[in-house]
């Protein structure tokens, strides 16, 4: 068969000089506004990340039917002293938003994310799903990391499935973020896990976010892929997943919807509740990107039970 490179006329194609053909491409450029992570820095991710871990796993051991949310928080707060670091969450403010009260964002039964330690007046009884948040300062850098935790027993076989299909999830999305690919990989493992395949609904308007020497910076990461379902876009999803991006990624999932309740004014502005009143579980982890896949900075965190007390 012909070649066109033999064909009259044609130029004949040069060999490449053995340097060339050695040398990689060079790696995209960060996305833009993107702190990366880098050399020394990864260390102290590393272990501020860990503080949260830790703190979650002394937790476990504290946690029992009868606490209130008030002395969930005091224990945080007791835990991160000793831990010598403190919470980036309490006063954390957004734009004109009151400040944020409480150590931890302590999330009950229909409450998604951002509980504060008065969202929940009554003692913890059994059956009572605690999302747990907690977020640290640590030598200038910030982990964050959530788990949802139910007391004594699963009030349901479907409350059971869905905190366990909201673990996977994380693991599943955790599995696609791999240097070179797109964000929207991410959310497409997430929500194939949670609605296509386990008919639970993830909440639209909140996910993941860019962690590093600030609690929110970008890339936004959702937990779904853009189109009609997910009415506030999602600007960076064609954005790729690029070594030293450093991410909390956090699945949030409830039983009946995908909508939240507005949020009020005052002391009730922080909590989100699902709009029927649904259950729902909340789980999230540190993740850095690497030259050759991803580093979880709260390894540990998938040791934890989903019971306790």
């Not at 400040?99 to 951002?114: K, T």
């Not at 909590?271 to 990107?289: C, K, Q």
Request: charged content about 20%; glycine content about 10%; proline content about 9%.
């Amino acid at each position: 068969m012909e070649s066109s490179s033999s064909h009259p006329g044609s130029a004949p194609r040069k060999a490449p000089h053995p340097a060339q053909a050695l040398t990689p491409p060079p790696p995209p450029p960060p996305p833009p506004g993107v702190a990366l992570i880098t050399g020394a820095e990864v260390d102290l991710a590393y272990n501020a990340a860990q503080c949260v871990v830790k703190t979650h796993q002394r937790l476990v051991e504290f946690l029992k039917v009868g606490q209130t949310l008030a002395a969930i928080d005091t224990f945080v707060a007791r835990t991160l002293a000793e831990l010598s670091c403190r919470s980036c969450f309490v006063g954390y403010r957004v734009g004109r938003s009151p400040a944020f009260p409480s150590h931890a964002c302590l999330s009950v039964n229909d409450c998604i994310v951002h509980g504060t330690a008065g969202s929940h007046q009554k003692p913890l009884k059994a059956g009572d799903v605690l999302k747990v948040d907690i977020g640290v300062w640590h030598k200038g850098f910030i982990g964050d990391a959530a788990w949802t935790y139910t007391f004594k027993d699963f009030p349901s076989p479907e409350v059971e499935r869905l905190v366990r299909v909201g673990r996977e999830s994380l693991r599943r999305g955790i599995a696609a973020m791999q240097p070179g690919a797109e964000l929207v990989e991410f959310a497409r493992a997430v929500q194939t896990c949670v609605e296509t395949e386990a008919k639970f609904h993830l909440t639209r308007g909140l996910g993941g976010h860019g962690i590093g020497r600030k609690l929110h910076g970008p890339p936004y990461v959702s937990n779904v892929v853009p189109g009609a379902l997910e009415p506030h876009g999602w600007a960076e999803a064609r954005w790729r997943w690029t070594p030293g991006m450093l991410v909390a990624v956090e699945p949030m999932l409830a039983i009946g919807t995908s909508e939240t309740k507005p949020q009020g004014r005052g002391a009730d502005y922080w909590p989100v509740y699902t709009t029927d009143g649904s259950i729902a579980a909340h789980f999230e982890h540190d993740v850095l990107i690497t030259d050759s896949g991803n580093r979880v900075l709260t390894e540990g965190l998938d040791e934890l039970p989903l019971v306790v007390g």
